[in-house]
Every structure is written in structure tokens, then in C-alpha cells.
């Protein structure tokens, strides 16, 4: 027991002497009693761990101590070096930090200076600052007023030059003088000296009219000598024009004078335009949206005789100023154009190339006659809106006129013509009202006429392939020449509303075929009903072909990018990207009406053809199948007595189908009747009796050389639409072995999910295929192979 106690008191002693150095070390530091205690604790630990209760282990104690000597003499040595090396860095940036304050103090000082020298300076020099001041404005007022000066000297100097010109008829130099007069004046907009400006223009448009008026003169004596304006159509002249030389010489010179006195002239313009504008009211509709550029000099004296002349018999209370007959200035205007065309290539538009002006002579002589008949037409248009049948007239003439400028003047695409007139909105809505009123009338004429439900070309069979009726073939001309008269508006969403208008209109023509169809349906083989589908057809065919055209797949692009709520109301997010991706069309949403009420009346003419043959059909489906003699004792084959009426009936039908119906439609009616056919002999003749040998021959000879061959004058191999029939006719005229073969097969078919068998037996569905048996499944042949009266034992 003494071993461990004096182990323990070893112990304690190390720990007391080892606690008491290191705390006198850290002494310094000055560590709370609670960190003697912390260090107390992890000694004994230390101690604990490294010498533990082994009294061997004791030998160690002093290696360790004087180990742990040397770590503390290191320590110490590291803490006085950083100690020692801190106090002088921190007193360098003291003296640097304690330089640089009085660095900045001297430099506030210099600032605050030289500050008050600075403000002493601007004291003394304000009044001379000022009285500068007031001379350099004196100096800028001076020199405005000279430079005003020199301007309103520059525009007498050039206003004495244009007068000394005219005197020494130096016309081209006068040109210069009014040119360089125009150009000052675009120089004064922004000068603010209005009067001067006032002063500029007023010179500007005396001196420009006098040489204007002069020019124009000259021009307009050439113009006579030429027999210009040319009214009628121009024929060859038995006398030549005097002096022509000289004449034509006096041309050369006087249009180009004529195209460079455009410059003042449109300056002149503009300013009389900007001072008419508050007192006039222009008709909005009479210009285009587009503002086009003003008529060249010469065309402008070219035009003024027409346009005289054009005032004179269409305005005012002269008898040719008529409302009903917009016609004749039109075709008056489109006259004129013509029989100018010739002058203006011959005479004119080689002066002006020449004189390097792009500019043809036609357009723009073809441009000012049609601002002569816009301005007529807008004033026209507004008083015909409560006018209906005046108001269609003058649409109908405008159109018209509209094509032959196109087409026989050639007037470019890019200018406006005068369809924009058509678009202004109270016209538009107005068109729109008066449209849908006339279809909608003229639907109502067409179905109450009295040839509406029979065709026009019923007598002509190369044309008359769709059997349209009077009525259909009507209404879609009615919708192509609506389309044709909209085509040709600038504007795709005008286009569109007349599109919309379109799908109401053919909308509210199936609503009426419904309705007619509904009294009709209570004979449906009869020939109103019969033209009523061929409409509904007719109709699906040419929307189907609208909806490939160019022209609608424009308009669908169109309603897309717009999203124009009269075409894609109601559609949602995938109709429309299918519309985007142009896999629809914008009548999808018509001919899915259209093809349903198709399809219904389809079904309902097929289940009343099928209900007369299945009445006719009734004693072929109770005949004496079983008691039928083999075919061997009968010498020749013939058709079944009582199959007599039921052949009769398909055959009348066939041929009434094929008389009334289009050919499209007597494909769908002929296939459909064929499969209620095959369908009705299979279930209710067939699977409803028993047959002998001689039974089931008559039955394949009733079908494969009576019924079948009906068929065959509308395709190559009919009994393809009869498998039922024809399938079962096989089966049931096996002959014995080979019915019995099958019979077993089929039966083992049926158990090999209780028992094995054979692997080399061929699969049912594959012995079916041999005997040509496609379309029915084992267990149909099976219950057939039952209905066989003659097996063996029996």
C-alpha cells in the first residue's frame, strides 16, 4: 500500500512544482483564478496520460520536465523578439502620420490665401468685367444688324438680278436668281427674323410668278401649236404642223426652264397649302395616307386644260354632273390617259431625260388627273352613304376603274390609286352593310326560284360531275365575286372583314340548306334531298380549294400577325399556331359544320335505302336453305326466285344514287351500302338459317353472279366490299373432308390452353388464309361450320 501513495504524492508534488512555474511565467499576463484552475486540471491530465500510476515511469519525470523547460525558454524568446521589434514600426507611423498633418495644415493655410487674394482680384475687376460685358452685346446687336442688313441687301441684289434678266430675257439666269432666293429662304427657318422671312418670300413669289406666268405661256402657245390637250383618240394628221422645227426647238428649251423653277415652286406651294389650312376643310379621304410629292412644272400645265375641262362637266348643275353616273368621269379620266400616252412618250419624256430628271411623264400626268377624280369620288361617296343602290354603283365603277388603270395605263403598284377612298371607315362599314344585305337577299331569291335544286348543266355529263345545284353554284359565284372585289385592297385587314363577312354568309347558307334539309328528310332518296347533299358537298369542295389558294393563305398569314378578332375569334392557342404553321385553313371551323351535316345526311339516305332492301329481302331470308337440292341434280344455275326483289331494288337504287348524286359522294353512297349489305346478309340471312349443300351453292351463286356483278360497274373488284358474305360462302361450300380437317383444327385451337399439341399443325388463322378467309375469326367459322347441314352420320 506504501507503492501508490508515495506514487500519488510524487505526482502532486510535479504538478505544484509544474503549475507554479508556468503561472509564475504567465503572471504577466495576469490570468484569473479561474484560468489556474484550467491549467491545474490539464497538467494532472498531462501527467496522468504521460506517467500514469507505473512507479517505473517515474525515472522519466526529469527528461520530461526538462523538456518542458525548453519549450517555455523558446516561447519566452519568441515573446520578447515580437515584442521588441513592435514599438519602433508603430512610432514610424506615428512620425510619418504626425509629418503628413503638418504638411496638409501649411497647404490649407497657402489655400485660404491665395482664396483671399483671389476674391480681392474679382472685386476690383467686376466693374471693368461689366462694363466688357455690355460692349461685347453692344458689339453682337451691331453685328446682327449688319448681317440682317447684308441679307436684305443680298435679297434686293437678287431681286434687281431677276429684273434685269427678264428685261435682257435672260431667263435661265433669272432661274438661277430665285433658286439661289429659295435656298436663303430654307437658310432664315431657324433665324426667327420672321419679317425679313415675310420680306424674302413675298420677293420670292413675285419674282417666281412672273417667270412662271411667262414660261407657262410660252408653254402653253407650244402646247396649242401642238394641239394639246389631245381630247379624242389620236389619228394621223393629213397636214403636218407648222414650223415644227421651231416648235419643237421651243419645247426643248422651255420644259427644262420649266423643271428648274420646281424648287421655288414647291416652297411657293407649301406656303400657300400652310395658309390655307386653318380656313379650308379639306375632305380627309380625298388624298392618300401617304403624302406624295408635288406634280412637276410642266405636267402641271400640261394638266390645267384637263382639269378645267374636267370641272367644268362634272361639277356644278351640268347635266353630265350626275350622282347615278360616276361612270362617265371616270371613263372620261381613263380616256384621257389614253389618248395622252402617245404625245407625252414623243414630245415630253425625251425632254426630260435629257434634262436628267427621273420623272415619267405618263405617271405623272396619270397622277394628276387622278387627284382631279379622288377629290370627286370622296365628295361623291359621302353623299351616297344613304343611298344604297347608288352607293354599290359607285363602289362597283371605282373597282373597275381601279383595274383598267392597272392594267391598261400601267400606273405603278406603289402609288395610290383610289381604293384607299374605300377604306376611310364610314365607307368601309358602309360597304360591309350594303354587301351582306345584297348576299342575303340574292340567298333568298336563289332558294325560292324555281329551278334553285336542279343543275344547270344536269344535260351536260362531261360538266356536271359534282351535280352542284342552281342554288350552291349560285351562292359560291356569289362568294367569288365578293372575293374579286376586295382583292385588291391595300389594306389586309379590310380584306379581313370581308373575309369574316364571307364565313357568316356561307354559315348562314348551311343554316337554310338545314333547315330545307329537314322538310326533305322525310324522303330521302328523293331528288330535293338528294340536290341538298350535293350542295353541302359542292360547297365543302370549293372552301377546301379557297383554303390552298394563295391569296386566302395571304390573308390567313395576315390574320395571324394582326390576331384580328373577326377571323380568330373563339379559336385558342393551338388553332392559331396551327393556322401560323399553315397546316389549317380559315374555313376549318365551316367544313367541320359542313362535313357533319354531310355525314349526317349520308347516313340518314343509306339506313332508308338499306330499310326498302332488307323490306324487299324478307322472303330471301326465310327460304328453304336446308331443303335445297345439291347442285349436281340440277342441270344449270339460276338466281333465287325470291332474291328477285331484293336484287331488283339494289339495282334501281344503285342507279337512282348514281343519277342524283355527285361522283364523289355516290363513291361514299355505294361503298356504305355495300357494307350495311354485307352486313345484313351475314348476320340475318346467313347466321340466321341452316344449309344444305345445294343451299349453300344457290347462296354463293346468288351473291358471287347476281349481287357481286351489281357492284362491278363502279369498281374492279366488288366482292372486296362483301368479305362477310364472300368469306362465308367459302366455309360453307367446303367440301366434306376438308370442313372436317378445319373443324378439327379449330377445335384444337381452342383447347391447347389444357392440353399440348402437335407442333407441326399449321395455326388456325394460317389454314384460314389458304382457303382465302381474311376477315373472319376462328370462332366465327366455327359457328358457320355449324350451320353446315351435311356432315357424316347425319
Given at each position: 500500500m506504501?507503492?501508490?501513495?508515495?506514487?500519488?504524492?510524487?505526482?502532486?508534488?510535479?504538478?505544484?512544482?509544474?503549475?507554479?512555474?508556468?503561472?509564475?511565467?504567465?503572471?504577466?499576463?495576469?490570468?484569473?483564478?479561474?484560468?489556474?484552475?484550467?491549467?491545474?486540471?490539464?497538467?494532472?491530465?498531462?501527467?496522468?496520460?504521460?506517467?500514469?500510476?507505473?512507479?517505473?515511469?517515474?525515472?522519466?519525470?526529469?527528461?520530461?520536465?526538462?523538456?518542458?523547460?525548453?519549450?517555455?525558454n523558446?516561447?519566452?524568446e519568441q515573446?520578447?523578439?515580437v515584442?521588441?521589434?513592435?514599438?519602433?514600426?508603430?512610432?514610424?507611423?506615428l512620425?510619418?502620420?504626425?509629418?503628413?498633418?503638418?504638411?496638409l495644415?501649411?497647404l490649407?493655410?497657402?489655400?485660404?490665401?491665395?482664396?483671399?487674394?483671389l476674391?480681392?482680384?474679382?472685386?476690383?475687376?467686376?466693374?471693368?468685367?461689366?462694363?466688357?460685358?455690355?460692349?461685347?452685346?453692344?458689339?453682337?446687336?451691331?453685328?446682327?444688324?449688319?448681317?440682317?442688313?447684308?441679307?436684305?441687301?443680298?435679297?434686293?441684289e437678287?431681286?434687281?438680278?431677276?429684273?434685269?434678266?427678264?428685261?435682257?430675257?435672260?431667263?435661265?439666269?433669272a432661274?438661277?436668281?430665285?433658286?439661289?432666293?429659295?435656298?436663303?429662304?430654307?437658310?432664315?427657318?431657324?433665324s426667327?427674323?420672321?419679317?425679313?422671312?415675310?420680306?424674302?418670300?413675298?420677293?420670292?413669289?413675285?419674282?417666281?410668278?412672273?417667270?412662271?406666268?411667262?414660261?407657262?405661256?410660252?408653254?402653253?402657245?407650244?402646247?396649242?401649236?401642238?394641239?394639246?390637250?389631245?381630247?379624242?383618240?389620236?389619228?394621223q394628221?393629213?397636214?403636218?404642223v407648222?414650223?415644227?422645227?421651231?416648235?419643237?426647238?421651243?419645247?426643248e428649251l422651255?420644259?427644262?426652264?420649266?423643271?428648274?423653277?420646281?424648287?421655288?415652286?414647291?416652297?411657293?406651294?407649301?406656303r400657300?397649302?400652310?395658309?390655307?389650312?386653318?380656313?379650308?376643310?379639306?375632305?380627309?379621304?380625298?388624298?392618300?395616307?401617304?403624302q406624295?410629292?408635288?406634280?412637276?412644272?410642266?405636267?402641271?400645265?400640261?394638266?390645267?386644260?384637263?382639269?378645267?375641262?374636267?370641272?367644268?362637266?362634272?361639277?356644278?348643275n351640268?347635266?353630265?354632273?350626275?350622282?347615278?353616273?360616276?361612270?362617265?368621269y371616270?371613263?372620261?379620266?381613263?380616256?384621257?390617259m389614253?389618248?395622252?400616252?402617245?404625245?407625252?412618250?414623243?414630245?415630253?419624256?425625251?425632254?426630260?431625260?435629257?434634262?436628267?430628271?427621273n420623272?415619267?411623264?405618263?405617271?405623272?400626268?396619270?397622277?394628276?388627273?387622278?387627284?382631279?377624280?379622288?377629290?370627286?369620288?370622296?365628295?361623291?361617296?359621302?353623299?351616297?352613304?344613304?343611298?344604297?343602290m347608288?352607293?354599290?354603283?359607285?363602289?362597283?365603277?371605282?373597282?373597275q376603274?381601279?383595274?383598267?388603270?392597272?392594267?391598261?395605263q400601267?400606273?405603278?403598284?406603289?402609288?395610290?390609286?383610289?381604293?384607299?377612298?374605300?377604306?376611310?371607315?364610314a365607307?368601309l362599314?358602309?360597304?360591309?352593310?350594303v354587301?351582306k344585305?345584297?348576299?342575303?337577299?340574292?340567298?333568298?331569291?336563289?332558294?325560292?326560284?324555281?329551278?334553285?335544286?336542279?343543275?344547270?348543266?344536269?344535260?351536260?355529263?362531261?360538266?356536271?360531275?359534282?351535280?352542284?345545284?342552281?342554288?350552291?353554284?349560285?351562292?359560291?359565284t356569289?362568294?367569288?365575286?365578293?372575293?374579286e372585289?376586295?382583292?385588291?385592297?391595300?389594306?389586309?385587314?379590310?380584306?379581313?372583314?370581308?373575309?369574316?363577312?364571307?364565313?357568316?354568309?356561307?354559315d348562314?347558307?348551311?343554316?337554310?340548306?338545314?333547315?330545307?334539309?329537314?322538310?326533305?328528310?322525310?324522303?330521302?332518296?328523293?331528288?330535293r334531298?338528294?340536290?341538298?347533299?350535293?350542295?353541302?358537298?359542292y360547297?365543302?369542295t370549293i372552301?377546301?380549294?379557297?383554303?390552298?389558294?394563295?391569296?386566302?393563305?395571304?390573308?390567313?398569314?395576315a390574320?395571324?400577325?394582326?390576331?384580328?378578332e373577326?377571323?380568330l375569334?373563339?379559336?385558342?392557342?393551338m388553332?392559331?399556331?396551327?393556322?401560323a404553321s399553315?397546316?389549317?385553313?380559315?374555313?376549318?371551323?365551316?367544313?367541320?359544320?359542313?362535313?357533319?351535316?354531310?355525314?349526317?345526311?349520308?347516313?340518314?339516305?343509306?339506313?332508308?335505302?338499306?330499310?326498302?332492301?332488307?323490306?324487299?329481302?324478307?322472303?330471301?331470308?326465310?327460304?328453304r336453305?336446308?331443303?335445297?337440292?345439291?347442285?349436281h341434280?340440277?342441270?344449270?344455275?339460276?338466281?333465287s326466285?325470291?332474291?328477285?326483289?331484293?336484287?331488283?331494288?339494289?339495282?334501281?337504287?344503285?342507279?337512282?344514287?348514281?343519277?342524283v348524286?355527285?361522283?364523289?359522294l355516290?363513291?361514299?353512297?355505294?361503298?356504305g351500302?355495300?357494307e350495311?349489305?354485307?352486313?345484313?346478309?351475314?348476320?340475318?340471312?346467313?347466321?340466321?338459317?341452316?344449309?344444305?349443300?345445294?343451299g349453300?351453292?344457290?347462296?354463293?351463286?346468288?351473291?358471287?353472279?347476281?349481287?357481286?356483278?351489281?357492284?362491278?360497274?363502279?369498281?374492279?373488284?366488288?366482292?372486296?366490299?362483301?368479305?362477310?358474305?364472300?368469306e362465308a360462302?367459302?366455309?360453307?361450300?367446303?367440301n366434306?373432308?376438308?370442313?372436317?380437317?378445319?373443324?378439327?383444327?379449330?377445335?384444337?385451337?381452342e383447347?391447347?390452353t389444357?392440353?399440348?399439341?402437335?407442333?407441326?399443325?399449321?395455326?388456325?388463322?394460317?389454314?384460314?388464309?389458304?382457303?382465302?378467309?381474311?376477315?373472319?375469326a376462328?370462332?366465327?367459322v366455327?359457328?358457320?361450320?355449324?350451320?353446315?347441314a351435311?356432315?357424316?352420320?347425319?
Amino acid at each position: 500500500m506504501a507503492a501508490p501513495t508515495t506514487v500519488q504524492q510524487t505526482m502532486n508534488q510535479l504538478t505544484d512544482h509544474f503549475v507554479n512555474s508556468v503561472y509564475t511565467t504567465s503572471q504577466d499576463s495576469k490570468s484569473s483564478p479561474a484560468d489556474s484552475v484550467k491549467l491545474q486540471d490539464y497538467v494532472m491530465d498531462f501527467l496522468e496520460k504521460e506517467v500514469g500510476s507505473d512507479l517505473k515511469s517515474l525515472k522519466n519525470v526529469g527528461d520530461l520536465l526538462e523538456k518542458i523547460r525548453e519549450e517555455n525558454n523558446v516561447l519566452e524568446e519568441q515573446v520578447l523578439t515580437v515584442s521588441s521589434s513592435v514599438p519602433p514600426k508603430v512610432s514610424a507611423a506615428l512620425s510619418a502620420a504626425e509629418e503628413a498633418r503638418r504638411s496638409l495644415e501649411d497647404l490649407l493655410q497657402r489655400e485660404q490665401s491665395v482664396s483671399n487674394k483671389l476674391n480681392e482680384h474679382l472685386q476690383e475687376a467686376q466693374p471693368w468685367m461689366d462694363s466688357l460685358g455690355e460692349t461685347l452685346k453692344q458689339v453682337d446687336i451691331i453685328e446682327s444688324h449688319m448681317k440682317y442688313l447684308r441679307c436684305l441687301q443680298h435679297i434686293e441684289e437678287l431681286s434687281a438680278a431677276v429684273q434685269q434678266c427678264l428685261m435682257t430675257s435672260s431667263v435661265w439666269e433669272a432661274i438661277r436668281a430665285v433658286d439661289s432666293m429659295a435656298v436663303l429662304d430654307a437658310g432664315l427657318n431657324q433665324s426667327g427674323c420672321s419679317h425679313l422671312q415675310d420680306f424674302l418670300r413675298e420677293t420670292l413669289h413675285f419674282w417666281h410668278k412672273i417667270i412662271k406666268d411667262r414660261l407657262a405661256s410660252d408653254f402653253e402657245k407650244v402646247l396649242t401649236q401642238l394641239h394639246w390637250p389631245i381630247i379624242s383618240p389620236p389619228t394621223q394628221s393629213l397636214t403636218p404642223v407648222a414650223n415644227c422645227q421651231e416648235i419643237n426647238s421651243q419645247l426643248e428649251l422651255l420644259v427644262p426652264q420649266l423643271l428648274a423653277l420646281q424648287t421655288s415652286d414647291d416652297l411657293v406651294s407649301q406656303r400657300a397649302l400652310a395658309s390655307r389650312a386653318p380656313s379650308t376643310q379639306p375632305v380627309p379621304s380625298a388624298t392618300p395616307a401617304s403624302q406624295a410629292p408635288p406634280l412637276c412644272l410642266p405636267i402641271q400645265i400640261l394638266l390645267t386644260p384637263l382639269s378645267r375641262r374636267f370641272k367644268y362637266h362634272f361639277y356644278g348643275n351640268r347635266q353630265t354632273n350626275s350622282l347615278s353616273k360616276p361612270e362617265w368621269y371616270l371613263t372620261q379620266v381613263l380616256m384621257w390617259m389614253s389618248n395622252s400616252s402617245t404625245f407625252l412618250e414623243e414630245k415630253i419624256q425625251p425632254i426630260l431625260d435629257r434634262a436628267g430628271a427621273n420623272i415619267s411623264a405618263r405617271v405623272e400626268l396619270c397622277r394628276g388627273l387622278l387627284s382631279l377624280v379622288q377629290e370627286k369620288v370622296a365628295s361623291d361617296a359621302s353623299r351616297l352613304l344613304y343611298d344604297d343602290m347608288l352607293f354599290c354603283h359607285l363602289v362597283e365603277e371605282v373597282l373597275q376603274f381601279e383595274k383598267e388603270l392597272r392594267s391598261n395605263q400601267s400606273y405603278p403598284a406603289v402609288l395610290p390609286g383610289l381604293l384607299h377612298l374605300l377604306l376611310e371607315d364610314a365607307i368601309l362599314q358602309k360597304w360591309l352593310t350594303v354587301e351582306k344585305k345584297m348576299a342575303v337577299e340574292k340567298m333568298d331569291a336563289m332558294l325560292s326560284a324555281e329551278g334553285a335544286w336542279s343543275s344547270q348543266y344536269k344535260d351536260i355529263s362531261d360538266m356536271d360531275e359534282l351535280k352542284a345545284p342552281d342554288c350552291a353554284e349560285t351562292f359560291m359565284t356569289l362568294l367569288q365575286v365578293i372575293t374579286e372585289r376586295y382583292r385588291a385592297l391595300p389594306c389586309p385587314s379590310a380584306q379581313l372583314k370581308f373575309l369574316g363577312l364571307q364565313r357568316e354568309l356561307v354559315d348562314d347558307f348551311r343554316i337554310r340548306l338545314t333547315q330545307v334539309m329537314k322538310e326533305e328528310s322525310r324522303c330521302p332518296l328523293g331528288a330535293r334531298y338528294c340536290a341538298i347533299l350535293n350542295a353541302v358537298n359542292y360547297i365543302c369542295t370549293i372552301l377546301g380549294d379557297w383554303g390552298d389558294n394563295v391569296f386566302f393563305l395571304q390573308l390567313q398569314q395576315a390574320a395571324v400577325s394582326l390576331g384580328e378578332e373577326v377571323v380568330l375569334g373563339g379559336l385558342g392557342v393551338m388553332e392559331v399556331g396551327r393556322l401560323a404553321s399553315l397546316e389549317g385553313s380559315l374555313f376549318e371551323g365551316l367544313l367541320a359544320l359542313l362535313e357533319r351535316l354531310k355525314g349526317d345526311m349520308m347516313g340518314r339516305l343509306l339506313e332508308w335505302t338499306i330499310r326498302e332492301i332488307t323490306e324487299k329481302a324478307k322472303p330471301y331470308r326465310q327460304d328453304r336453305w336446308l331443303s335445297l337440292p345439291s347442285q349436281h341434280d340440277q342441270s344449270a344455275m339460276s338466281l333465287s326466285s325470291s332474291a328477285c326483289p331484293m336484287m331488283l331494288c339494289v339495282r334501281d337504287r344503285l342507279l337512282n344514287l348514281h343519277q342524283v348524286l355527285s361522283l364523289s359522294l355516290f363513291q361514299l353512297a355505294w361503298q356504305g351500302l355495300a357494307e350495311r349489305l354485307d352486313n345484313f346478309l351475314y348476320q340475318d340471312v346467313i347466321l340466321s338459317n341452316h344449309f344444305s349443300d345445294g343451299g349453300a351453292a344457290q347462296l354463293q351463286f346468288d351473291m358471287t353472279r347476281n349481287l357481286f356483278p351489281l357492284f362491278g360497274h363502279y369498281c374492279k373488284r366488288p366482292e372486296n366490299f362483301f368479305k362477310h358474305v364472300k368469306e362465308a360462302c367459302i366455309i360453307l361450300c367446303l367440301n366434306v373432308g376438308s370442313a372436317i380437317l378445319l373443324k378439327n383444327l379449330l377445335k384444337e385451337s381452342e383447347e391447347e390452353t389444357t392440353g399440348w399439341t402437335d407442333a407441326g399443325d399449321p395455326s388456325p388463322q394460317s389454314a384460314l388464309n389458304e382457303l382465302g378467309v381474311y376477315c373472319l375469326a376462328p370462332c366465327d367459322v366455327l359457328i358457320l361450320l355449324s350451320l353446315r347441314a351435311s356432315w357424316p352420320g347425319q
